[in-house]
Antibody, heavy 116, light 107 residues
Framework: EVQLVESGGGLVQPGGSLRLSCAASGFSFSNYWMSWVRQVPGKGLEWVANIKEDGSEKYYVDSVKGRFTISRDNAKNSLYLQMNSLRAEDTAVYYC?????????WGQGILVTVSS | DIQMTQSPSSVSAFVGDRVTITCRASQGTNNWLAWYQQKPGKAPKLLIYLASTLQDGVPSRFSGSGSGTDFTLTISSLQPEDFATYHCQQANIFPLTFGGGTKVEIK
């Protein structure tokens, strides 16, 4: 069974940093693109970033370029999202998801709150 | 970026009703279009991809159609477990973009 479990969320002040992790199991992690998607509570979904199987290609939504970095460690079956210079508008539930385009499997989500 | 517009934003229906949700893209998507179902407090679930291909395990009462810029999700006979929010998403060009969602509520 495919499982994706996010961790690392919480409350952070504006301008601060946070690193999200996503532990993957139940599939061959190194064979799949991985993605991050976020959702402001009560609002729609916003794709944030994705990364190729070997980490050689990465794509970001414009609003996080230069502030967020997606990475992965295939030896640890783990996906990461380093979030710097956080803003109030980054407050959302962050999901990791498997695949690049059609997101077949999702984690349960982790809440990130940016507030003073 | 491709903008995705869903309508309606919400719909009230009875169990057994046929429900149709539409999604319009600001430019062609080459049918790289997906539909997701999301229940409160849960992650989205992929229902349909490539506009009309049903994901494994999804009931056949769900169907997708359309091409180019206009797409439709149809639930042929609404069941109690189908009350949820539905999102369309284009996968043709990065950044991936989603519609605003359609909430299907009990009438």
């Amino acid at each position: 069974e495919v499982q994706l479990v996010e961790s690392g969320g919480g409350l952070v002040q504006p301008g601060g940093s946070l690193r999200l992790s996503c532990a993957a199991s139940g599939f061959s992690f190194s064979n799949y693109w991985m993605s991050w998607v976020r959702q402001v509570p009560g609002k729609g979904l916003e794709w944030v970033a994705n990364i190729k199987e070997d980490g050689s290609e990465k794509y970001y939504v414009d609003s996080v370029k230069g502030r967020f970095t997606i990475s992965r460690d295939n030896a640890k079956n783990s996906l990461y999202l380093q979030m710097n210079s956080l803003r109030a508008e980054d407050t959302a539930v962050y999901y990791c998801a498997r695949d690049a385009q059609f997101l077949q499997h999702w984690g349960q989500g982790i809440l990130v709150t940016v507030s003073s | 970026d491709i903008q995705m517009t869903q309508s309606p934003s919400s719909v009230s229906a009875f169990v057994g009703d046929r429900v149709t949700i539409t999604c319009r893209a600001s430019q062609g998507t080459n049918n790289w279009l997906a539909w997701y179902q999301q229940k409160p407090g849960k992650a989205p679930k992929l229902l349909i991809y490539l506009a009309s291909t049903l994901q494994d395990g999804v009931p056949s009462r769900f169907s997708g159609s359309g091409s180019g810029t206009d797409f439709t999700l149809t639930i042929s006979s609404l069941q109690p477990e189908d009350f949820a929010t539905y999102h369309c998403q284009q996968a043709n060009i990065f950044p991936l973009t989603f519609g605003g969602g359609t909430k299907v509520e009990i009438k």
